[in-house]
């Protein structure tokens, strides 16, 4: 079985997302870590993150027009906050 990946998420009133990035392209991607240690030393010490299979996370992001799964980033640029509509 493979090893679970540290997947960024989001805190916010009591429930956790999937923290969704930009890569170079502008392409919305889900960055995942093949280990705790990697995540913190790309996003820091505080970033919340769930263990995850990786065949998990793909059905969870297979609807969330998410273009890519980027493992093990050097990394990350958050997407730009878009207005509310």
């Known amino acids: 079985m493979?090893?679970?990946?540290?997947?960024?998420?989001?805190?916010k009133a009591g429930s956790?997302?999937?923290?969704?990035f930009s890569t170079p392209a502008g392409e919305r991607?889900?960055?995942?870590f093949s280990t705790e240690e990697?995540?913190?030393r790309v996003l820091?010490?505080?970033q919340g993150y769930v263990?995850?299979?990786?065949?998990v996370l793909r059905r969870l992001t297979e609807d969330a027009d998410v273009a890519r799964l980027v493992?093990?980033?050097?990394?990350?640029a958050p997407?730009?906050?878009?207005p509310w509509r």
């Open 29 to 32: 991607a889900v960055a995942a």
């Open 79 to 82: 997407l730009p906050r878009r």
């Open 2 to 11: 493979a090893h679970p990946l540290a997947v960024p998420v989001r805190e």
């Open 51 to 55: 263990l995850l299979a990786e065949p």
């Open 71 to 76: 493992v093990d980033p050097t990394g990350c």
């Open 16 to 20: 956790i997302s999937l923290q969704v």
């Open 44 to 46: 820091g010490p505080r």
């Open 38 to 40: 990697r995540l913190r």
